[in-house]
């Protein structure tokens, strides 16, 4: 059935034949009939990364394989998504080991787009604790894991889908006393002050911090940052300690359609960061939480991307080695200096990591939503600029514009990466917008187009 889709951001929408499959053998039978493709989960990429013209829709392979309470183990079908799987484990004393910022997300994409969370400096992205998955490639179903075809699995950790269809994800839970997070809240003046609360708070699992990015002066930066552990019984409060694991309300707000372009300004993005800044009254605050608003605070607003207008937007992150603390400087720079603020942007800390395409480096991301207007992408571009410049690389699930020479240069090990992609879907069948804007597939890969660059060099040489 053709239908208009887009994913989280609104941006792009495309006309897409889009399938859906509740058995292994009709997935088979997609396969066979309808290519290209692109598997797609539950939507909450932000850009193209599994938009095409033909799009295989997960959602109903979504059946839970096993779960050993007893030792952590976690099996199921690739539709699975994360607040299905909170239902089941939080009750039984267990959570999930890494979770982005939403929990309505497939276990196939947390592994296609080899999600981070807030503990990366602990515990690494969702790569670190999958034991093994099936991924239905072009050759037919492999078993991977990251002492059973290694290739494969690193090329599916990050890959965006491109290695094949991921079918079945074990993988390992965090044991906790308790669904409650003792958390802390420490204002910082600016930039400066906040780096040097993440290295002092560095043993905390969680660390994540807000920044108002529209901020000059002495107040260049300023932010929150908030921490978090799991919390024992003992530090419950009595009301807290009846139900220990007692999972969070299901009560939802909703945006029921897009706003006006206009609500979102240079003014209104001030006026909120100015009430979020100031909502903490003191400089520190400390209490227990249930997990739900310290993990997925937007969650409590279903449909919340509305908020940005019928044109969509964008979420623009990427990550800056950990030496590189001046391009930070300098990106923040450049959007307070163009008053394109934006009412979520984040800052997380990442430690030592850099598989074969996963986005995470030991270092500093930093994530920013915007509005798609005029002059945005040209703005964009710049940025991209200096993130280069700073031996940084912007993260594939957000994307919804890099340039491909973007992309090839930032990402150091992209060729190995093309090349384990060309083995597993050798005959493009799995393919998105994203990839073939990246050359990545249905176009020459980079590689042969800088040998063709200088061939034509050395021929224009020899006319001349």
């Known amino acids: 059935m053709q239908k208009r889709l887009a994913n989280w951001g609104n941006y792009p929408v495309v006309a897409s034949e889009e399938s859906s499959f509740s058995r292994e053998d009709q997935l088979q039978d997609l396969l066979h009939t309808q290519t290209p493709l692109i598997a797609r989960g539950n939507g909450r990429c932000y850009g193209d990364a599994s938009l095409g013209t033909h799009s295989i829709s997960t959602l109903k392979y979504d059946k839970v394989l096993s779960f050993d309470i007893e030792k952590g183990l976690f099996e199921c079908q690739a539709g699975v998504t994360l607040d299905q799987i909170l239902d089941i484990i939080v009750p039984k004393g267990w959570f999930l080991p890494v979770t982005p910022g939403t929990k309505f997300i497939t276990v196939g994409g947390a592994v296609a787009s080899d999600v981070h969370g807030k503990n990366h400096h602990v515990d690494g992205a969702f790569s670190n604790q999958v034991v093994s998955m099936d991924v239905i490639t072009s050759q037919g179903l492999i078993t991977c894991s990251p002492d059973q075809e290694p290739d494969l699995y690193w090329a599916t950790c990050g890959g965006m889908g491109l290695t094949g269809i991921i079918t079945r994800v ?53 932010s929150i940052l908030i921490l978090g552990e799991h919390a024992t019984k003992a530090e419950l409060s009595p009301q807290q300690a009846q139900a220990p694991l007692q999972l969070p309300s299901k009560k939802k707000l909703t945006i029921p359609f897009n706003l006006p372009s206009f609500v979102l300004n240079t003014f209104t ?33 279903l449909h919340w991307n509305r908020g940005y207008g019928k044109a969509g937007f964008v979420q623009y992150q990427f990550v ?27 800052l997380k800390v990442f430690g030592k990591q850099d598989n074969l395409i996963s986005f995470p480096m030991e270092g500093y991301t930093l994530a920013l939503d915007f509005p798609v207007r005029k002059g945005l992408f040209e703005f964009l571009d710049e940025l991209d600029a200096l ?78």
């Open 269 to 301: 993005v001030k006026a909120f960061n100015w009430l979020y800044y100031a909502k903490n009254t003191k400089r520190e605050i400390n209490n227990v939480v249930s997990y739900e608003p310290f993990f997925y605070p937007l969650d409590a607003f």
């Open 320 to 346: 800056l080695p950990m030496d590189q603390k001046q391009g930070l400087v300098e990106i923040l720079q450049r959007i307070s200096s163009k008053g394109l603020g934006s009412f979520l942007a984040v």
């Open 170 to 222: 074990q993988f390992r839970l965090k044991k906790v006393e308790t669904s409650y997070i003792k958390q802390k809240q420490i204002k910082a003046r600016n930039l400066d002050e906040v780096i040097r609360l993440f290295e002092e708070n560095k043993h905390y699992t969680y660390s994540v911090a807000w920044i108002d990015c529209l901020q000059k002066g002495d107040s260049f930066g300023r």
């Open 387 to 464: 993130v280069l410049q700073y031996g940084g690389r912007l993260y594939l699930s957000k994307d919804a514009r890099m340039k491909q020479e973007v992309f090839w240069q930032s990402y150091p090990h992209v060729q190995r990466f093309a090349g384990i992609v060309k083995q597993y879907n050798s005959d493009n069948r799995f393919r998105s917008l994203q990839s073939d804007r990246l050359l990545l597939t249905a176009a020459p890969s980079a590689a042969e187009l800088i040998m063709n660059n200088e061939e034509l060099i050395i021929r224009e040489a020899v006319v001349k």
